[in-house]
């Protein structure tokens, strides 16, 4: 007679198939802790076990100071620039600036000069107004130099209709008019609004000549007009057409620069069109740089 065997246990399908899914499960999780300590310890390995700097603190930090570094050009000194406009004829210049940019300050000291002072210029003493068509515009320059003790960089200029185009291809520019102004003298007249209001070119032109019928009052007015023209130059719009500008400057107006001399100021340009000027300065006299 046979026996029956001791402690045999039977099982369902569900019960089996439930065992297999735990034995599943739990290799699974145990996949799932070690592939995520390796990578907690990779991460803490790379940022040298810190756990601030694993968060983001310092990492954030260092990005935002690379990024501010790099924004920011290697940019350092000044340079000064004599501006003018002379009449169609040649003759005699109507008014003239010097304007000295300064970085990495974003400063701008702007001078309307005295054209009736008087320089050395071609081997004898005249104007300034004069000087233009007696010794020439370099020679203007190189007298302006001497008079005032100062190193001027470079020259912009133009007659009459160039000074008018080269506003009109702007589009006219915002100047702030501190008076209504109703003047008629030989053949020059001036009729305009009290107020900020958008010139063209010959309104603009009439304006910078009435001006200068004013003596040294109208030529920190110059001084206060040009400053106004500039914020209209040195926009965030005109950044990536500086280079198109320059060309046009070249071709339109009388200019001592070369693409050679843009290229070595372009970087200042465009930080001056980027972040606009920080402060800008009228002068009464050229020889005021030297005391700033």
Known sequence: MMRKPKNVKFKTARQSSGAETKRFAAVLVGCVLLILTVSILFILNKHDFNMKSVLGGDAETQVVAEETTEAMPDIEGGKTYFFWCADSTGDEIRFAWTVSFELPKRIAYICAVDIDARIEAGGKTTSIRKAYSSAGIKNVVAGIEDA???EIDGYIGSDDEGFKSMVNYFGGF?????????????????????????????????????????????????????????????????????????SRISNMLKTDLTIVDFSSVEDAIKEFTENGFASKHTLDSPDEYNDR
């Open 174 to 246: 915002d100047v702030t008019v501190p008076e209504q102004i109703d003047y008629k003298s030989g053949d020059l007249s001036v009729i305009l609004v009290k107020g900020r209001q958008n010139l063209k070119g010959d309104s603009l032109f009439r304006y910078m000549r009435y001006l200068g019928t004013l003596g040294e009052r109208g030529r920190k007015l110059q001084a206060a007009a040009l400053g106004d023209i500039m914020d209209s130059v040195f926009t965030k719009s005109n950044t990536n057409r500086c280079g198109t500008i320059f």
């Open 148 to 150: 005032y003790g100062i």
